[in-house]
């Protein structure tokens, strides 16, 4: 091969060392265009230059293999120092190796995630894998009751993580009554100890936070214990709990501050109430105990609340479970209220005071009925608030930087969770019109990430999510709700195949035979595919996880039909229904 002339290796010097990204390419090439594409979807500039449309290509591509011993293309440059070929920029990818070499220096942070819940740490996790170079920002300001907690979000330190253990301490309660029953003798009085029960709890959130903390620092996550504020869209203000500032730059900025409990227009109710940010540390035994909201938290909580053998109220203003289907809400509710929940249905507090102090305290609280004007009072030692919960968008500088929010504070963004700002995207609870569910947090900001560093492309399925209300008695659901399923696809196309059933479990227990329920919800316009599956009974979590696949997938009816159910357990009842609700049949059992 004849020298290269000077003046051609001059200018591939000039191409390499002028441009961050610098593909030698030719138009024609498969993995030419393989290359081009990944880094097209990684969101890279790149400069490519097609050697086939030069007069002087062939003399560059020997410079080029003179300079590097590769004489193939792609021949592939990242700020300098040579990647190589196609598969060499795969396997750096695959491996987290090649965003660390195309990153733009000028900023501190690829991304900066403001919120360190379970789709905050999910994201920045993920991303941190690709090969960026991440910061987490989390800050939790105290409840008006001052508590606070560590590194993991809502979910892990008060939601869903200690409702479920208090919910299996009063499952447990449940079972103790059970087992003499099944032949099990002790006389000794058994009693529940609060105390052991929130030290227990709290001991293993505090593990969980540890872990995290571990998990960032494995990935390389820097973690910052400060409350984040936009600056402008690619910088934030940090201010740790000491007051110091900091100042730090990023590409991308993703908000995961998800949500905090809403208090009611009521005297004293930030003062003397708490809420499910308290009642999981709660340093004493609430005692009787008035929940005011009907919320899934308020029912969760009064369930296990009752559960534990406190005595509890429930005040709702007007239906149980807001957009849950309703009848499967109110048979949670008649449920709870036959096992000894209290409800005061269309009431609402109108003032608290104290009458006492103590562990617990005692309040007076009087309320007032919506319709009559009836006006009541009662005392109680604990008011547990579950009316809502309102997102953490507000003094985060959203508006400062032009972030369109809906009116009530929730983020408006678009199928790849992107805000209105091209580099701010947003994910969890404070999105407008999204499920307000953990694992879909969880699965939105892992996506989010693969897209935003490692050319994915796949978006987060809203559709056919199931979830768990983790009342006394479990409620499991998946898809439409009847009344959305016949506002969406007419009533005259909706058909539901209905029936109770008797826990085999329940028999010898000699707990009442038609408490569960369960119903699935077909569109007969569509070959009956199931658009609804709702369950209420013992381990409904377990039951409406496994079936949801189906429904995922588009089961119809039939399909349930040709399952064949395994004997003896509550799920095998989905594949044996035959009642309709349009029938008219009665749907009770007088046995297993």
């Given at each position: 091969m ?16 002028e ?16 290359v081009k ?106 409840t ?23 919910h ?41 936070n ?14 910052l ?76 909580c ?128 404070i ?32 559709i ?68 609804g ?47 309709t ?12």
């Amino acid at each position: 091969m004849a020298p290269v002339p000077e003046n051609i290796v001059t200018l591939v010097e000039k191409y390499i060392h002028e441009n961050a990204v610098m593909i030698f390419s030719k138009s024609y090439c498969p993995f030419c265009k393989k290359v081009k594409e990944l880094f097209t979807s990684l969101g890279i500039q790149f400069t490519a230059l097609e050697l086939d449309k030069e007069a002087n290509g062939d003399a560059i591509q020997n410079a080029l293999a003179e300079k590097t011993g590769q004489k193939t293309v792609p021949n592939v440059f990242a700020k300098g120092t040579h990647i190589g070929g196609a598969d060499n920029v795969v396997t750096m990818h695959n491996q987290g190796q090649l965003w660390p070499m195309v990153r733009d220096d000028k900023y501190e942070y690829d991304l900066l995630v403001i919120g360190g819940g379970s789709g905050g740490l999910a994201c920045s996790k993920e991303a941190a894998a690709l090969g960026a170079k991440v910061a987490v920002c989390d800050f939790v300001k105290p409840t008006p009751k001052g508590t606070s907690w560590g590194l993991g979000g809502t979910c892990v330190n008060v939601g869903c993580i200690p409702k479920k253990l208090m919910h299996q301490a009063a499952l447990l309660g449940e079972a103790v009554k059970d087992a003499r029953k099944f032949g099990w003798e002790f006389s000794e009085q058994v009693n529940h100890s609060w105390a052991k029960m929130t030290e227990a709890v709290q001991n293993h959130i505090g593990s969980l936070n540890w872990n995290y903390r571990v998990q960032l620092r494995e990935k390389s996550v820097k973690y910052l214990n400060a409350y984040a504020e936009l600056v402008d869209n690619h910088t934030v203000k940090m201010v740790d709990k000491k007051g110091k500032e900091q100042i730090a730059t990023a590409n991308k900025i993703v908000i995961a501050t998800g949500e905090r409990p809403r208090y009611p227009d009521v005297k004293c109710a930030k003062d003397y109430g708490i809420t499910s940010d308290d009642v999981f540390s709660l340093p004493y035994c609430p005692g009787k105990t008035l929940v005011v909201g009907a919320s899934y938290v308020a029912l969760e909580c009064a369930g296990f609340l009752k559960g534990i053998g406190l005595d509890v109220s429930v005040m709702v203003r007007s239906i149980l479970l807001r957009g849950f289907d309703q009848d499967m809400a109110n048979k949670v509710g008649n449920y709870m209220e036959k096992h000894g929940v209290k409800f005061l249905r269309q009431f609402l507090p109108t003032n608290i005071e104290k009458l006492e102090d103590g562990t617990p305290p005692r309040y007076k609280v009087t309320y007032k009925h919506i319709e009559t004007g009836e006006v009541r009072s009662e005392e109680f030692n604990t008011i547990l608030i579950g009316i809502g919960r309102d997102p953490c968008t507000s003094g985060i500088g959203l508006e400062k930087v032009g972030v369109k929010l809906t009116s009530k504070g929730r983020v408006f963004v678009d199928d790849f969770e992107q805000t209105n700002i091209p580099n701010i995207h947003a994910i969890g609870d404070i999105l407008e019109g999204k499920l307000q569910l953990t694992p879909v947090a969880i699965q939105a900001g892992r996506l989010l990430a693969r897209r935003l560093f490692g050319g994915g492309t796949e978006k987060t399925d809203y559709i056919n999510v199931p979830t768990t209300v983790f009342t006394p008695l479990e409620y499991g659901c998946c898809g439409f709700s009847e009344e959305d399923a016949i506002s969406k696809f007419g009533e005259d196309n909706i058909e539901v195949y209905h029936t109770n059933f008797f826990p085999l479990e329940f028999t010898v227990a000699e707990r009442d035979n038609n408490d569960c329920y369960a119903k699935i919800i077909c569109n007969k316009a569509d070959e009956e595919r199931v658009v609804g599956f709702h369950v209420l009974g013992p381990n409904a979590g377990e039951v409406t996880q496994g079936f949801a696949i189906g429904l995922k997938l588009g089961a119809k009816k039939k399909d349930f039909n040709n399952l064949i159910g395994i004997h003896p357990t509550n799920a095998e009842v989905f594949t044996t229904m035959e009642t309709t609700k349009s029938s008219g049949m009665e749907t009770e059992v007088a046995g297993c």
